[in-house]
């Protein structure tokens, strides 16, 4: 298995915000690293794809993320 670099679209008021984000998911990547695991593609999009299974998950989830307008 080798390492490698993901990005991802995020929406942000500012370059500062988008920067903080990817710090924190850096620092998540290596907390989970630390307790000897490994956040792998395969599990993260697993995880992604699943976090819609569980009401609780779900709903602490979507308190982080405000509703945007579809056009």
Do not use: C
């Amino acid at each position: 298995m080798r390492l490698y670099e993901v990005a991802i679209h995020v929406y942000a008021d500012s370059g500062e915000q988008a920067n903080e984000a990817s710090r924190m998911l850096e620092q998540f990547v290596q907390e989970v690293k630390a307790q000897g695991r490994a956040v792998t593609a395969k599990g993260l999009g697993e995880a992604a794809g699943r976090w819609q299974q569980n009401a609780f998950v779900k709903n602490e989830i979507l308190k982080h993320f405000p509703k945007i307008a579809v056009k």
